[in-house]
């Protein structure tokens, strides 16, 4: 078992910044791929970003491609999420996820609480 942590939401004007954190626990972290996935209201969850277990690979989607940041600690447990030039249609709850296996795939098997994020125009 994995159990993870976000913190760093918050509220923050378009064009504002924000780094959300994801603290690990349980089983080696380095074992794992992570991810951020995000939720907005009446929308299904999607994938925002994700970095290998060795921080070698990235994978990010379009629309946060240039503005977002994912890095990972192996020394510390954690795995950070840079957000730059925030946009309203950023808004959503963010999840921080782990997976044992691949980091390109939706199908991560921990999961955390989430952290709310909230850009205003």
């Known amino acids: 078992q994995v159990q993870l942590v976000e913190s760093g939401g918050g509220l923050v004007q378009a064009g504002g910044s924000l780094r959300l954190s994801c603290a690990a626990s349980?089983?080696?972290?380095?074992?794992?791929?992570m991810g951020w996935f995000r939720q907005a209201p009446r929308k299904e969850r999607e994938f925002v970003a994700a970095i290998s277990w060795n921080g070698a690979s990235t994978y990010y989607t379009d629309s946060v491609k240039g503005r977002f940041t994912i890095s990972r600690d192996n020394a510390k447990n954690t795995v950070h999420l840079q957000m730059n030039s925030l946009k309203p249609e950023d808004t959503a709850v963010y999840y921080c996820?782990?997976?044992?296996?691949?980091?390109?795939?939706?199908?991560?098997?921990?999961w955390g609480q989430g952290t709310q994020v909230t850009v205003s125009s």
């Open positions: 996820a782990a997976n044992p296996g691949a980091a390109n795939t939706n199908n991560y098997a921990y």
């Open positions: 349980g089983r080696p972290f380095s074992n794992y791929a």
